[in-house]
Structures are given as structure tokens and as C-alpha cells.
């Protein structure tokens, strides 16, 4: 009697997702294969003490998912469309941005034929967010998810407690990690206190020859205390003066000075910049400095080279893609650094 198939009981989960659940994995891993005969309903209702409208219930979604079959007078088995089936992505983004897009292109470039992909946003809404976790618990192969949310305690436990339902063999998480997530799912994060550190590290010597730092920090930036915070730490191990700016103006433009834009998802804040730095005739790259938070395709011809601090959204989508392809599920941080071009 087969014994790949167990449940447990003491799971919330209802026993017929966890059957069609361990059934589709076994059948992505390898260990049904196409053309192989499944336990009987009667076989599988005995061996796990379950009714058999229950095996029924879970076969009869299988079918619908054209993941298995049946033969009248023998059986069922392991559909032969299963070998070229596509696999069903999820993409769940708490907003679409610039970045953002070239993150969704790298993981499709690199995911190729391989799969049907849905987006949905959560727009940072916890409510939004958990009903899409529930209405689409069961319905993908793989969930990947950027867990973007204000910084409150009440909402992290709701996040933490809906992405706890999705099996940690189909969930991906991108952009931010969750540490106190536990299990063997993907996570391809920033860490946002370090890496702004060693980004403006990158840049250090050039950045001392300015007489001071000015960041201006959008109001719609999430992770805005980590990042000053890293900036904070940079600026005093390299004894260099910073100030910080809730908006721009005219007034905080001065010559011999460098400005880092933490900026929203517009960049409003680096086009007030900009536009005040212009009205005063100063020359940009020369004049004054400026860096942009987050690489963008328009940032290489923005002022005829925009400089950015950047985590690499180009790798995290490939390596988003290839850690589905390989089932081969990490944590890993990914590369951050200081692109330089005209304004610095």
C-alpha cells in the first residue's frame, strides 16, 4: 500500500487540501510520475482512517487541475499532460514603481515558458493582503510575495500569520526578509540598515571632499528609520557632517554640498532637487552632488547619469526565477551598491 500520503490531524488545514497539496508535490518532484497508477480511493481511505468522499473530494480537484485522470475499471493516475504543464505564479507586490518593473521583467526573462504569472497588489493593505492569501490559498504552484507593510507590531503579526498558510516549498519572499519567519522557503531581501552603510562606503572618498551630507527622506518611505539610522552610523565611523531633511527647498541648497535623495515612489523630491539646484545656476556633478536611492532604467540618462545607491532588482529577480526552476529554495541577500555616473 502506498505510504508516500500522510495527513495531520492536528492541522488546521482541511484533509483534503493537505491530500491534493502532498499529491501535486510529489507529482512536481518526481516521485509520482507520469503514467503512474495513485492508491485507490478505498486503498487510501483505509490507509488514513478518512472517508472516502474525502479521497473523492481531493481526486476530483486533481482531475480539474489536469493533474491526474482516470481510467474507467482501473484506476486513477498521473496525468501525461503533467510533464508539460506550466507551472501557476502568483506575484504578489505591495506596489508597482520603476523598479519594481525591472524586478517583474528579470523574473520573467529568466522563468521563460516555464509558467503562467498573476499579479495582484496589496498596495501595503494587511486587509487586502489576506484576502488574496485566502481567496488564492490553494489555487497557485508558487507564491511570491514582496512583504511590504507599515512598521507596526499588530500588522506584522497579521502578515506573518497569512503567509504561515501558503506551504513553505511554494512561498518566495522578495525584497524585504522576514526573520522571524520560520521555515525552508525562498528569500532573496535587502537588509536595509547595512547595505545603505556599505553602499555609501562604495563612495566614501568622494563623498568627503563635499562639506556636508544632506538626506532628504519622503514621507512614504517605509523602511526610512533603518536606512537613517545606517546613514547615522556611516557618518559618524567617517566623520562626515550630515543633516537631515523632511522636504526640499531652495533654502538647504548650498554649494559644496551633497545631497541623498531616499526618494518616492515619483521622485518628487529629486525633481524639487533638481529643479532648485537649476533656478540657482549651480552645475550638478559640480556644484552640488546628488544620489538617488534605487536604481531605475531612466536613471542613465536623467541629468546625463543619475548615481544611485541600489539593491541589484535585476538579480533578485533571476535568482527569484531560478530558485522555481531548480526547487531549490534560500535565503539570500542581494547585492547592493553605489552606481556612479554624472551627479557625483
Known sequence: MDKLIKIDTNSQVPVYKQIIEQITNLIYIGQYRAGELLPSMNELSDQLEISKETIKKAYSILRQRNLIEATQGKGFFVADSTVDRKMNILLLFDKIST???????????????????????????????????????????????????????????????AIKRIPNRKLILLDKGLDDLPGNYGAIYQDFHHDVYEGMMQGVKKIKKYSKLNVTTSTSSLYAPYIKDGIKQFCADNNIEVEFHPTISPEIIHPKEVYLILNSQLDTELIQLIRFAKEQKFKIGKDI???????????????????????????????????????????IKCDFKLIKRNTF
Do not use: C, W
Request: net charge negative; charged share 25%.
Open 99 to 161: 523598479y519594481k518593473q525591472v524586478l517583474y521583467n528579470s523574473f520573467y526573462r529568466h522563468i521563460g515558458n516555464y509558467a503562467e504569472i498573476t499579479i495582484r497588489l496589496h498596495n501595503q493593505d494587511i486587509d487586502v493582503f489576506e484576502k488574496f492569501i485566502d481567496e488564492n490559498l490553494d489555487t497557485f504552484d508558487y507564491y511570491v510575495i514582496t512583504p511590504h507593510f507599515p512598521l507596526k507590531a499588530d500588522v506584522h503579526k497579521r502578515v506573518l500569520k
Open 289 to 331: 552632488g546628488i544620489i538617488s536611492y534605487n536604481e531605475a532604467p531612466i536613471n542613465e540618462i536623467i541629468q546625463d547619469g543619475l548615481t544611485t545607491i541600489s539593491t541589484d532588482f535585476e538579480q533578485m529577480g533571476e535568482l527569484a526565477a531560478k530558485m522555481i526552476l531548480e526547487k531549490n529554495p534560500r535565503k
